[in-house]
């Protein structure tokens, strides 16, 4: 199963209808920016889903930083865009990879086959010399019947009776970066540390210069977990967990799950138990 595909492959396929291309450029910290830069310059016919007003819902007390959206609404919006269930939809950031990620899961866990993420982003199309545009395409409305694959999605129940009980099974795994998981530094987050039992692997390492690695790379990684094993990943919003998911999936882990709410929404209640170092 393929879930990347290259610029070359892209650029020859502006002209196919059954094509729909997604921008997911966007900056934490300046959420307007991603936006901008669409307006200023983007892959010809891409419609423009930004990761706070489309690929999110409003925060509230529980539920993390980036909440999943309202399926009807993230429905709605992908029907905006022309994309029913036909269509095959490549997404793309500025190649940092976690933000097309996180559409290719929503779009996977609505019930879409064909979704894939552009290896090297908007960055690396630039970079070949392949066109851009300024020009906005229209609303095209289409009709996408849902199929929602409920095993994709870990709830917070599942994760708090796997520490709770604290269950070897399924294996939680930490996407963000290693100092933010031994809780030397939390920049956002109100207490820092990580879920107990949780081991690191850092999203990022799942990537080279924009491009996921290969499958035998991702094996790699994660080369101690048992493929049979169910592993729920997480990270601060739910957000960098999704490049994590893909590289799972990639190396063939078939029981993977994601915690959408992540560590953000774990420490929103205040008596769950953080852990601060290594885990022994």
């Not at 609505?110 to 993420?117: F, L, N, P, S």
């Not at 099974?169 to 540390?193: A, T, V, W």
């Amino acid at each position: 199963m393929n879930f990347v595909v290259e610029k070359q492959w892209l650029a020859e396929q502006l002209n196919n209808e059954k094509v729909k291309i997604v921008d997911c450029r966007f900056q934490l910290g300046n959420p307007d920016e991603g936006e901008k830069l669409y307006l200023k310059s983007h892959l010809p016919g891409a419609y423009y889903f930004d990761l706070e007003k489309k690929l999110s819902a409003p925060v509230s007390k529980h539920g993390g930083r980036h909440p999943l959206p309202e399926i009807d609404q993230f429905q709605m919006e992908v029907e905006k865009a022309g994309i029913d269930n036909t269509k095959i939809v490549i997404a793309y950031d500025d190649g940092e990879g976690q933000y097309a990620s996180r559409f290719w899961w929503m779009m996977t866990y609505i019930g879409h086959d064909e979704v894939y993420v552009l290896n090297e982003g908007f960055k690396g199309w630039v970079e070949a010399g392949y066109s851009t545009t300024k020009e906005v395409p229209e609303v095209e409305l289409a009709k996408f019947d849902l199929n929602i694959r409920k095993e994709m999605l870990a709830s917070y129940e599942e994760v708090k009776e796997a520490v709770d009980q604290k269950k070897k099974s399924p294996i939680l795994i930490d996407s963000r970066d290693e100092r933010r998981y031994l809780g030397e530094i939390e920049p956002i987050d109100k207490r820092p540390g990580h879920i107990p039992g949780a081991i690191n692997k850092v999203w990022s390492d799942g990537l080279e210069q924009g491009s996921f690695k290969n499958k035998e790379e991702q094996k790699k990684r994660f080369a101690e977990l048992n493929q049979e094993e169910p592993i729920i990943v997480y990270c601060g919003s739910g957000v960098t967990a999704s490049p994590n998911y893909i590289a799972l999936k990639m190396a063939g882990y078939q029981n993977v799950k994601l915690y959408a709410g992540s560590y953000s929404d774990w420490v929103s209640y205040d008596d769950n138990p953080v852990v601060k170092g290594e885990e022994s």
